[in-house]
């Protein structure tokens, strides 16, 4: 610490940016949270955020350098990740615990502000991204996604706002050569002020926000992923016997999962429906590009390349169930309502029922056999089919959260607008106690009173009084009819010297002359800016 | 070159970015990206450059540097540039979405600060009717007195999104900066203590100033308003053990008869008595008063000791030495040569105190309606090599010279020494950064490495500065010591303690 920052003081600049990126950090954390169901990753990348982020600003803040901080970072991952693995930790904990370190530690630096801002970034675009199907972003982007990814701009234009007063603060008390950071008094201020700086703060943050919601979109890039294994009746074909009736057959396979890619292996993304070759989909050539630029594939061509694999989870034609499952098999249910009631099998059967898959290409419809398929070898036998439980997975939807928040926010703004809206009402009663006080006041009070009316009309007209300025010198400064006559009387009640009615009339006179003389000038925005305005004075 | 690196990040890192994207987006998603970001980003690129070609031209008419409009974007503008075209790089590669989204939030920002930068701040109209007046208070100070800097700044047109930054202070002085956010505008008034007051006579630069962006991205180019003057005046001291230098030569006690003969002057008169010299009669009034009178010789006091004090301030080579030691130390110079010449003043002795300021010799006799004149003499007493000290010099005057380097002279006069090594703080140790924590708290700009290896070379520079300075001074020993004083520091007070 230099000479001229104490470490209370370093630490007091800190504050604002080290409170604007946790709170980002925790509400991206908090979001995150409300999708998921399994506690020990979330515990992991709760604590991993935690305490990275609180070790790599408490580096930043002991003024230590990058070298050495990331020596601090490698060493404690070396001694700690042997002792945390044999304990069970999961790996998502190293994942998390090394960025959130490292960007907490850049989140104090001059210039790093910004990149220290992927790391709460990232933890709100998990939210974002948690059920957007990757190839089709643009569609499946919902309100909810834009209000966290509004959330994300805000949260960025804040942590360099405080991050730029924290580095100006800093360039006015410590430097190689002495520095002493002044103070600055208005002594008169343009009307308006305040509604032209909170529109610019709304326009730059809308047009970021549009930018970023409009292109960024398309830079995101999905990844397909082996699914959940599922087990379903095969669709519209029925084959097999149950008792006296034919039974659907059933089919195991795998869902593969697209999703938008990041950097944390977490999000859902959307569930396909298993391939099926020859239900929904076409064996994939060697060229199968070919098929891809032509439409006629089943998927897109980086989706058909990422499912090959769970395609080939069982054999083209293979309705039957898979013998192989580790899980135990379920007792024998009814069939499900959505399976046609068992009927013989119809001369010409319908053809195949693709289950929803909203945001997928459908593929041009496989045409139907013109004879049902032979029954299967292992159809025929009477036993029934296992059926096997999807795997659970209920995941927890954010929307009510996101529902409290933008509540909040419009909550938020609605007591704004009254409240700006009640402030004529506030300052017209203000304004008629100063001249004709509610209750009874005393001589010297009335004068104090006439005297803040004559501040209030300054004001309006933007002069300012300086701290310790006289009334006299401020009456010489502005310059306005009736100021100095205010001030003569304001003087004489000040210093104890006897007033009468008489005085408290010519005051009232000479208040009311300066209110409006002072005002006399004043546009209409002027004045509309002046009846919201407070304080008065 | 430097600054045509600025400059360049406005537009190379974007633009490189976009090309590493197209080439790495597979074919199927380059059209809605090429579609989104003409759609979104070439608009506003090409305001911003349109923005910045008329700012470019209108200070090219201006006789200012075009390049100069260009430049705009801050050290940290020039960081977020970077670090979103290389996360949005890296949202092509790795495909992050939260990279995609830190690289567009990067560049949108930078974009939309730089146009509004151009449009509305980086001309004349912010300037236009700005008046700025500078002050000191108090306007006349005194060494060690506590100084205050006072500006108005009156016109003044902060557009929405901008922080006006000032930054004065006087040489010898700190620094001095304000931060004045969007809501100061019209007139405002600023205020910093500058620490104590350093004697001297400052003719103050004008301050600078300039708008940034509330994000510190962008910034205008440089104002530089309000030039002042500065007099700070030496403060005297008391001088211990100051007769000794009266009687330094031991014809302090001599006095010089008044030489006035019996028949000159008007004395005392009485009546004439028998016996008086008849000389005496004061013919004139005797004929008035209708008898004789006499006058009498009133006896005449001797003459009081004379003493030219000079201040020996030439040094070649000292004005341009960048440590501190010589301020110092002429300060110093010029305390001691005025409370020495007041303390002898004090004790009956005629002083006249001699000094070369610039290129030119002043006399003023010490007295005390001419104390104000003498301090201001000692304001703005600096070194100089254009002034032997032997042209100081008088004939047959008893001349005590106040000085830092005692050297032989052809003429007798008493030094009063003020030593170098005693009036000047010791010499500070090289700058050593710390292995493992920096110098400045994290955040600061000073960190930068380049910043700090300018300090280290300034300090460095002043250090060999406070070693050749000390060179300039070795003075020796020799009979031209003989009867001369070191003046040291006492408390408040100095001591002068006799060379033997």
Redesign the interface.
């Known amino acids: 610490v230099s000479a001229t920052i104490t470490k209370r003081m370093r630490d007091r600049l800190a504050a604002p940016v080290v409170a604007v990126y946790w709170g980002a950090l925790v509400v991206g954390l908090v979001l995150y949270s409300t999708t998921r169901s399994d506690p020990e990753a979330l515990g992991a990348v709760w604590a991993g955020a935690l305490v990275g982020t609180a070790l790599g600003q408490g580096l930043a803040l002991r003024n230590v350098r990058g070298w050495f901080a990331a020596a601090v970072f490698a060493l404690g991952a070396l001694v700690l990740a042997p002792i945390l693995a044999v304990g069970g930790a999961p790996s998502v904990l190293w994942q998390v615990l090394v960025p959130a370190a490292l960007c907490g530690f850049l989140s104090l630096g001059e210039r790093t502000a910004a990149a220290a801002f992927w790391f709460p970034a990232m933890t709100c675009m998990l939210t974002v991204v948690d059920r957007l199907d990757g190839d089709a972003v643009e569609a499946t982007m919902d309100a909810r996604a834009f209000v966290v990814l509004g959330g994300v701009a805000a949260g960025f234009l804040a942590l360099l706002w405080t991050a730029e007063r924290r580095r100006l603060a800093l360039f006015a008390r410590v430097g190689a050569a002495p520095v002493v950071s002044g103070r600055a008094a208005r002594l008169r201020e343009p009307a308006g002020r305040t509604v032209a700086r909170a529109g610019w703060w709304a326009a730059v943050a809308a047009s970021t926000l549009a930018l970023t919601a409009w292109v960024a979109p398309h830079l995101w890039q999905a990844e397909t992923l082996r699914g959940e294994r599922v087990t379903e009746f095969a669709d519209g074909v029925g084959v097999g016997m149950r008792g006296a009736l034919p039974c659907c057959p059933l089919v195991t396979a795998e869902a593969p999962r697209v999703r938008v890619r990041e950097f944390l292996d977490v999000a859902h993304g959307v569930e396909r429906p298993p391939a099926r070759v020859g239900v929904n989909c076409l064996a994939c050539d060697p060229d199968w590009r070919l098929f891809a630029a032509g439409g006629a594939g089943a998927a897109t061509a980086p989706i058909a390349a990422t499912t090959a694999p769970a395609a080939a989870a069982h054999a083209p034609g293979d309705v039957a169930p898979l013998p192989a499952l580790s899980e135990a098999p379920a007792p024998p249910q009814a069939p499900t309502p959505t399976v046609a009631p068992p009927e013989p099998p119809p001369p010409v059967p319908t053809p195949p029922v693709v289950p929803a898959a909203p945001t997928v290409a459908e593929p041009p419809p496989v045409a139907p056999s013109p004879a049902p398929p032979a029954p299967q070898p292992t159809a025929a036998r009477p036993v029934a089919a296992p059926m096997h439980a999807a795997p659970p997975r209920a995941p927890a939807d954010a929307s009510a959260l996101v529902h409290l928040l933008v509540t909040l926010l419009v909550g938020a703004a609605m007591f704004v607008v009254a409240t700006l809206a009640l402030r004529p009402l506030r300052r017209a009663i203000t304004l008629r106690h100063l001249v004709r006080p509610y209750w009874a006041e005393s001589l010297e009070q009335r004068v104090s009173n006439l005297w803040q009316l004559a501040l209030v009309g300054l004001r309006d007209a933007g002069w300012c009084a300086r701290a310790g300025e006289q009334p006299e010198e401020l009456a010489r400064r502005v310059g306005v009819d009736g100021v100095g006559a205010c001030a003569a009387v304001l003087e004489r009640a000040r210093h104890g010297l006897g007033l009468d009615e008489g005085d408290l009339a010519k005051m009232a006179a000479a208040a009311d002359g300066a209110y409006r003389a002072a005002r006399v000038k004043l546009g209409l925005f002027a004045r509309a800016a002046a009846a919201v305005r407070w304080p008065l004075t | 070159v430097r600054r045509a690196v600025r400059i360049a990040t406005l537009f190379a890192p974007s633009l490189a970015a976009w090309a590493v ?1 197209h080439g790495a ?2 074919e ?2 380059q059209d ?2 090429t579609r ?2 003409v ?3 070439v608009p ?1 690129f090409c305001v911003m450059a349109a923005a910045l070609l008329v700012r470019a031209v209108e200070a090219a008419g201006a006789r200012r540097s075009w390049l100069e409009a260009l430049d705009i974007l801050t ?2 503008g020039r ?2 540039v970077w ?2 075209a290389v ?2 790089v890296g ?2 590669l ?16 930078v ?3 730089v146009t ?1 930068t151009a449009l509305v701040a980086a001309g004349e109209e912010p300037w236009r009717g700005l008046d700025v007046a500078r002050a000191f208070a108090p306007a006349i100070a005194v060494e060690g007195d506590v100084v205050r ?1 006072q500006l ?1 700044v009156a016109g003044l ?1 902060i557009p ?2 901008f ?1 006006l ?2 930054r ?2 006087v040489p010898r002085h ?7 956010a ?14 104590p007051a350093r004697r001297g006579d400052f003719d103050v630069a004008p301050a600078e100033l300039w708008l940034q962006d ?4 962008c910034r205008t180019r440089v104002q530089r308003l309000g030039a002042a003057h500065l007099t700070v005046l030496p403060r005297t001291v008391g001088i211990d053990a100051l007769a000794a230098i009266a009687g330094a030569r031991g014809d302090d006690a001599d006095s010089a008869p008044a030489r006035v003969l019996p028949t000159e002057g008007c004395f005392r008169l009485r009546a004439y008595a028998p016996g008086d010299d008849a000389r005496r009669i004061h013919w004139v009034r005797s004929l008035m008063a209708r008898e004789l009178v006499v006058r009498l010789p009133d006896e005449l006091p001797p003459e009081q000791p004379a003493v030219r004090m000079i201040l020996d301030t030439q040094l070649v080579g000292a004005a341009t030495l960048p440590t501190p030691a010589t301020g110092q130390l002429c300060d110093a110079l010029v305390r001691v040569w005025l409370s020495a010449g007041q303390a002898l003043s004090a004790a009956g002795v005629r002083v006249t105190m001699v000094a070369a300021i610039g290129d030119r010799v002043v006399e003023k006799p010490m007295a005390p309606q001419s104390s104000g004149a003498l301090l201001k003499l000692g304001a703005q007493a600096a070194w100089q090599a254009a002034t032997p000290i032997e042209a100081l010099f008088a004939d047959g005057a008893r001349t005590v010279i106040v000085s830092a380097r005692p050297r032989p002279l052809d003429s007798t006069a008493t030094w009063i020494v003020v030593p170098e090594f005693v009036w000047t703080d010791a010499e500070p140790p090289p700058l050593r950064d710390a ?14 490495w380049l ?1 700090r290896r ?2 280290k070379q ?1 300090h460095e520079r002043m250090r060999r500065a406070g070693v050749v300075f000390d060179q300039l001074l070795q003075w020796s020993d020799g009979p031209h010591l003989e009867g001369s004083f070191v003046a040291r520091p006492r408390g408040v007070r100095v001591a002068l303690e006799a060379i033997s």
Do not use: Q
């Not at chain 2, 969007?182 to 620490?195: C, K, P, Q, R």
């Not at chain 2, 509330?214 to 991205?217: E, I, K, M, R, S």
């Open positions: 994207v987006l597979p199927t998603r809605p990206l989104a970001g759609a979104a980003l506003l050290a940290p960081a977020l670090t979103a996360a949005t949202a092509a790795v495909g992050w979405a939260s990279l995609a989204v830190l690289g567009l939030l990067g560049l949108g920002v974009y939309v600060l509004w800097e108005t047109r929405a999104g922080r930054i000032v004065g202070g700190t620094a001095t900066a304000y931060v004045l969007g809501d100061a505008a019209g007139e405002v008034s600023l205020e910093a203590e500058l620490g509330v994000f510190g991205l292995w493992t924590t920096l110098p400045y708290p994290a955040g600061a700009a000073d960190n930068r910043r300018h300090e300034a």
